[in-house]
T-cell receptor
């Protein structure tokens, strides 16, 4: 079983404003991923957590993006300040338990529009 | 180099007909997995089918089958008996063992439209 709750579903902000997205893997998972999906593209990995440790953040633009998973459960992804090019859907995902294929279960995503 | 290439931005298929969505991949890893996900207009990513690099038989899941040609590095999705609800974006993805636990690399997707 896997379940991922993300909020907010939609966010519209002006450029240079900060924004934060929240992810709760409700079934409890050691591994958690943040992906970004630009319009007309496939999702791209931003960061992977193993418990509270970020084990792969090579694709995270560290000048303006930050993420945390303090207790190894919920995670937040922050952008400060936001730029026009950050408009995208931010997806949180966890591995499906019992699936040894590596299948990921995705949340519904947070759609960000930067004006 | 792109790890996953989907060369069909859009495809049309008549209802009840079969359609093939193309996917080629690039990896030097011997152990890898290939996935197809469906993304309806509502935005959620729905897992459809998986093929492991060592699997000798093509994967099948209901109306979905994966035409795995290892030598050609292709993993095409075949949808049989298309239904109107199949209209969506379809993404091919790959997991490489060497890059770590379950990091998926996605292609750019194919938008499938089923015509009544």
């Amino acid at each position: 079983e896997a379940g991922v709750v993300q909020s907010p579903r939609y966010k519209i902000i002006e450029k240079k404003q900060p924004v934060a997205f929240w992810c709760n893997p409700i079934s409890g998972h050691n591994t958690l991923y943040w992906y970004r999906q630009n319009l007309g593209q496939g999702p791209e990995l931003l960061i992977r957590y193993e418990n509270e440790e970020a084990v792969d953040d090579s694709q995270l633009p560290k000048d303006r993006f930050s993420a945390e998973r303090l207790k190894g459960v919920d995670s937040t992804l922050k952008i400060q300040p936001a730029e026009l090019g950050d408009s995208a859907v931010y997806l949180c995902a966890v591995p499906v338990r019992g699936a040894n294929t590596g299948e990921l279960f995705f949340g519904e995503g947070s759609r960000l529009t930067v004006l | 180099a792109q790890k996953i290439t989907q060369t069909q931005p859009g495809m049309f298929v008549q209802e009840k007909e079969a359609v093939t969505l193309d996917c080629t991949y690039d990896t030097s890893d011997q152990s890898y997995g290939l996935f197809w996900y469906k993304q309806p207009s509502s935005g959620e990513m729905i897992f459809l089918i998986y093929q492991g690099s060592y699997d000798e038989q093509n994967a099948t899941e209901g109306r979905y089958s994966l035409n795995f040609q290892k030598a050609r590095k292709s993993a095409n999705l075949v949808i049989s008996a298309s239904q109107l609800g199949d209209s969506a974006m379809y993404f091919c993805a790959m997991r490489e063992k060497q890059t770590g636990a379950n990091n998926l690399f996605f292609g750019t997707g194919t938008r499938l439209t089923v015509i009544p």
